[in-house]
Each structure stands twice: as structure tokens, then as C-alpha cells.
Nanobody, 130 residues
Framework: QGHLVESGGGSVQAGGSLKLSCKAS????????LGWVRQTPEKGREGVAV???????TYADSVQGRFTISKDNAKNTLYLQMSNLKPDDTGRYIC????????????????????????WGRGTQVTVSS
């Protein structure tokens, strides 16, 4: 824990936007498959968005068209641009850099990943009010 550091969370009203960042100080992002999960008491951990080594992206159905994941390998920083936020987007957003992409790197892979599968941040809280 603590190898990755998230920032950018906060409290916004529905319809607002936030941009999350995830900085790695020790690792080269180009070597990993990266993603964001969010965690809530009600739903547990769920994958939100992933980006593979080649830059291909995949999104959970609930955020498709509203969220954009991107990375800057030179800065070792992962981003999540969130727009048109909804109260259901509330949660703790955690970034991860996985050692292996597996045969198919998708939202399900990200949702199942554990601390043994890569490096994880501590998360940043996003709260969306109606």
C-alpha cells in the first residue's frame, strides 16, 4: 500500500466534474496495465475504467460516455476525468497498476484484482450530492 498516490477527489453537485490523478514515484507506468476501481459500503469494490499498455481503454457501463481514463507515461501519472457526475458515482476511487494484463484486460479483471496482483493507492474520496 501507498506505492501510488491519488489526488483530485472532493465534493461536487450532480452534473459537476472532477479530474483524479494517480502518481507513481517508483515505477514506470508503461510496464503496467492500469485502472481505477471505486469502493462503497453498499457495492463493495467495482472496476470503473482500465487502460492497457498500448493505451486501449475500457469502461464500466455505468460510466461509459462520462468518464475518460488516460495516462502520461513520461510523468508516471494516471488520470480519470469524470463529467456529468451522479450521486451513484460517490465512493472511494483507488488506482492500481497490475503486474499482468492477463489474456484479456477488462473491467471484470480489474474488479477481481487484489493487492497481490499489483500496486495500489490508498484512494481519494468522491462525493456527489443531488
Amino acid at each position: 500500500q501507498g506505492h501510488l498516490v491519488e489526488s483530485g477527489g472532493g465534493s461536487v453537485q450532480a452534473g459537476g466534474s472532477l479530474k483524479l490523478s494517480c502518481k507513481a514515484s517508483e515505477y514506470t507506468y508503461s510496464r503496467f496495465c492500469l485502472g481505477w476501481v471505486r469502493q462503497t459500503p453498499e457495492k463493495g469494490r467495482e472496476g470503473v475504467a482500465v487502460i492497457d499498455k498500448d493505451g486501449s481503454t475500457t469502461y464500466a457501463d455505468s460510466v461509459q460516455g462520462r468518464f475518460t481514463i488516460s495516462k502520461d507515461n513520461a510523468k508516471n501519472t494516471l488520470y480519470l476525468q469524470m463529467s456529468n457526475l451522479k450521486p451513484d458515482d460517490t465512493g472511494r476511487y483507488i488506482c492500481a497498476a497490475l503486474y499482468s494484463c492477463g489474456p484479456r484486460f477488462d473491467i471484470a479483471t480489474m474488479s477481481r484484482a487484489t493487492s497481490l496482483d499489483g500496486y495500489w493507492g490508498r484512494g481519494t474520496q468522491v462525493t456527489v450530492s443531488s
